[in-house]
């Protein structure tokens, strides 16, 4: 079982940056990949980006490729997202998961986060 806490969205300008965090308790983080999903109102929860259990593989939805960055630290049993060059359109509530396996991918993730909000104004 691994538990996951999101932290860091806010409000920020378009241009802006942020960067999230998801902490996750248990010993077995190492093992798991990881990744980034969102959900904005109206819409259904999308890919964003995921990193294999060795954080040797990433992969990125296209629609943040060159602005976001997934990286993990494995002694800290921690993921994150850096958020460079936001736009309106990425404000959503973005949950991390992980995956009972060691390779990056875009589904059939088993653990979720309770999500954080992140706004971008115009």
């Known amino acids: 079982q691994v538990q996951l806490v999101e932290s860091g969205g806010g409000l920020v300008q378009a241009g802006g940056s942020l960067r999230l965090s998801c902490a996750a308790s248990g010993r077995t983080f190492s093992s798991y990949a990881m990744g980034w999903f969102r959900q904005a109102p109206g819409k259904e929860r999308e890919f964003v980006a995921g990193i294999s259990a060795g954080g040797i593989t990433t992969s990125y939805a296209d629609s943040v490729k060159g602005r976001f960055t997934i990286s993990r630290d494995n002694a800290k049993n921690t993921m994150y997202l850096q958020m460079n060059s936001l736009k309106p359109e990425d404000t959503a509530v973005y949950y991390c998961?992980?995956?009972?396996?060691?390779?990056?991918?875009?589904?059939?993730?088993?653990?979720w986060g309770q999500g954080t909000q992140v706004t971008v104004s115009s």
């Open positions: 998961a992980a995956r009972r396996y060691r390779a990056v991918a875009r589904q059939e993730y088993d653990y």
